[in-house]
């Protein structure tokens, strides 16, 4: 029962093995939390006038506990505790002589990364903080009516195109009701 939470495979995939499914896990969080994406999103907090502190910490607390303690962040806290006597059933207890040591050098090792982490991340803050330039991209455009037969998020599922030709027949309705 404790490999059933968020980091471990627990189901076969088609065509992929666990250590290949594993790895691209851990791949979409290293593309999402990159220094560029990181920075796109602290930039659009700006613009649209939220604190972009809040969204620094936040998005520090969900990169650091996938890459620090490999866990997931909703299943993380500030510190992870582990106490020596704690073991599963059928485990032995370990020597206070091998588990302290390694603990403490674990502690140590994992404040001296978070504290790197988060000055690269407050780095990211404080460039996007001083530029005073405008910021848009993609994302943030509104999208225009010929963009639903060009973009490909538009027009790859069927999904998709049911979803176009819905809000195209709301936008028609209005128009003639109006």
Same mark, same amino acid.
């Given at each position: 029962?404790n490999?059933? &939470?968020l ?6 995939h088609a065509?992929?093995?666990d250590?290949?499914l594993?790895?691209i896990?851990? +791949? ?8 560029e994406?990181?920075e796109?999103?602290?930039?659009r907090? +700006?613009? %649209? ?6 969204m620094?910490?936040k998005l *520090?607390?969900f ?5 620090l ?5 909703l299943e993380?806290g500030?510190?992870r505790?582990k106490?020596?006597l &704690? ?6 207890i $370990? ?5 302290y040591?390694?603990?403490?050098w ?7 990364? /978070?504290?790197?982490?988060? %000055?690269? *991340?407050?780095?990211i803050? +404080?460039?996007v903080?001083? &530029?005073?330039g405008s910021?848009?991209?993609v ?7 010929? $963009?639903?037969d $060009? /973009?490909?998020? *538009? ?12 809000q ?11």
């Amino acid at each position: 029962m404790n490999q059933y &939470d968020l980091v471990h495979v627990t189901t076969r995939h088609a065509r992929m093995s666990d250590d290949e499914l594993r790895a691209i896990y851990y +791949k979409a969080w290293d593309l999402y939390y990159s220094p560029e994406h990181v920075e796109r999103v602290i930039r659009r907090t +700006k613009l %649209w006038k939220y604190d972009s502190y809040n969204m620094m910490a936040k998005l *520090f607390s969900f990169y650091e506990a996938i890459k620090l303690e490999d866990v997931h962040p909703l299943e993380s806290g500030v510190l992870r505790r582990k106490y020596r006597l &704690d073991r599963r059933f059928g485990m032995p207890i $370990e020597s206070p002589l091998s588990f302290y040591p390694r603990y403490a050098w674990e502690v140590l090792s994992k404040h001296v990364r /978070l504290a790197a982490m988060h %000055w690269h *991340f407050r780095r990211i803050l +404080k460039r996007v903080e001083r &530029d005073t330039g405008s910021y848009d991209d993609v994302a943030m455009m509104p999208v225009q009516e010929d $963009e639903f037969d $060009e /973009l490909e998020i *538009f027009t790859v599922t069927q999904a998709a195109r049911s979803a176009v030709n819905k809000q195209l027949h709301r936008k028609a309705t209005a128009a003639t009701s109006a």
